[in-house]
């Protein structure tokens, strides 16, 4: 089993920034890609962005292009997201997801992934 930690939510202005950490623990030597996903008050859980052990980085290019990126820090079983700019539209709970799938390609679809994390607050106000 992995267990995930997210940190680092809260309450932003429009235009701010926010970095928000997963730490992993458990049998992290399983992992291999890592991701964010979010989830605002009724609308589906949404791909934000996921890296490989590797290094490799995928984002949902519609919605967070340019504005968040994805680090990851294997030897501290950690994943970031750094958020600038934020958006009132940003605004949703935030989940870590790992999964064990060997595969190269990036998954970023909800039920590709093995373990998540218990969610953090992003809430952006005007």
């Known amino acids: 089993q992995v267990q995930l930690v997210e940190s680092g939510g809260g309450l932003v202005q429009t235009g701010g920034s926010l970095r928000l950490s997963c730490a992993a623990s458990?049998?992290?030597?399983?992992?291999?890609?890592m991701g964010w996903f979010r989830q605002a008050p009724g609308k589906e859980r949404e791909f934000v962005a996921a890296?490989?052990?590797?290094?490799?980085?995928?984002y949902n290019k519609e919605s967070v292009l340019g504005r968040f990126t994805i680090s990851r820090d294997n030897a501290k079983n950690t994943v970031y997201l750094q958020m600038n700019s934020l958006k009132l539209e940003d605004t949703a709970v935030y989940y870590c997801?790992?999964?064990?799938?060997?595969?190269?390609?990036?998954?970023?679809?909800?039920?590709?992934?093995?373990?998540w994390g218990q969610g953090t607050q992003v809430t952006v106000s005007s």
């Open positions: 890296m490989s052990w590797s290094g490799r980085r995928t």
């Open positions: 458990g049998r992290t030597f399983s992992m291999n890609h």
């Open positions: 997801a790992a999964t064990i799938d060997v595969g190269t390609a990036i998954p970023s679809k909800v039920a590709d992934y093995d373990y």
